[in-house]
């Protein structure tokens, strides 16, 4: 990150400019030249909303990770009223740099971990977006585990875990399902790094997420981008709306 004085007339690409290596393609209005992802008009948040089915206008919502905050702009642009939770220092100063140039209301950025969010926070959310998030968790169960008491709604895109070829390290009871999860070493965190604090993540595999989703309450489960372990290595991923439509009864 730069440090001293900006010079030149004030301009929104200097803003850019002061944090380098951005992720996401803003969009042609912003006058801005950034990362290259699309990440502004994303097709697995369109999903999301299109399963939410209600409208997301005036609902709540809590978004984690937002990186750089191209999906809280796509979400507060149809009316959302968003937090956004983000546990890396770079990226929080780039929403905020997001939320300047593109003047983004009825959304709030707050640093740190959003594991402790889900648990500690007092309201309920109509909706739960956690997009590339849940893999990047030490322990993704006790996520899923938060969030479900948090929403009836939550949208998930993570990687998963082939079970035929990683062999778990652990594995958690919730209910009469077995979790299995699969510890994985970061590479180098080099200054274009996006993922989380922890040096050993855990994955999980594609049916185990499901099943805890179920377990968890959410009775409506349904699957969409779903693409393979690629040739070059990539690791597989979806995208997961789940819904709870029957509310326990104690």
């Known amino acids: 990150m730069k440090t001293g004085f900006e010079l030149g007339f ?44 209600q409208g997301i206008e ?44 593109l003047n983004i209301q009825n959304a709030r950025f707050h640093l740190g971990d959003c594991v402790q969010w889900a648990e500690r926070v007092s309201q309920r959310y109509d909706l739960v977006v956690a997009c590339g998030v849940l893999y990047h968790m030490e322990d993704p169960l006790r996520l899923l585990r938060a969030l479900s008491e948090l929403t009836d709604d939550l949208y998930l895109w993570t990687v998963y875990v082939d079970e035929a070829e990683l062999a ?32 050993m993540i855990n994955w999980m595999n594609k049916s185990d997420i499901l099943g805890a989703l179920s377990r968890l309450g959410f009775d409506y489960i349904e699957v969409a981008h779903d693409r393979p372990k690629g040739e070059d290595g990539s690791p597989a991923t979806y995208s997961v709306y789940a819904r709870r439509t029957v509310l326990a009864t104690s």
Request: proline share 6%; charged share 20%.
């Open 58 to 101: 005036g609902k709540k919502v809590l978004e984690l990770g937002p990186l750089e905050g191209a999906h809280t702009a796509f979400l507060t642009q149809r009316g959302a009223i968003v937090d956004a939770v983000e546990a890396s220092r770079t990226a929080y100063v780039k929403c905020l740099i997001t939320k300047e140039i």
């Open 10 to 53: 004030p301009v929104a690409q200097n803003a850019i400019d002061l944090v380098p290596q951005w992720t996401s393609r803003f969009p042609d209005a912003a006058g801005v030249s950034a990362g290259a992802m699309d990440l502004f008009n994303d097709v697995r948040i369109k999903w999301a909303l299109d399963k939410f089915g």
């Open 168 to 199: 778990p390290s652990k594995v958690q009871n919730l209910g009469d399902l077995g979790v299995r999860t699969y510890g994985v070493a970061y590479g180098p965190k080099d200054g274009g790094f996006t993922g989380g604090a922890p040096e």
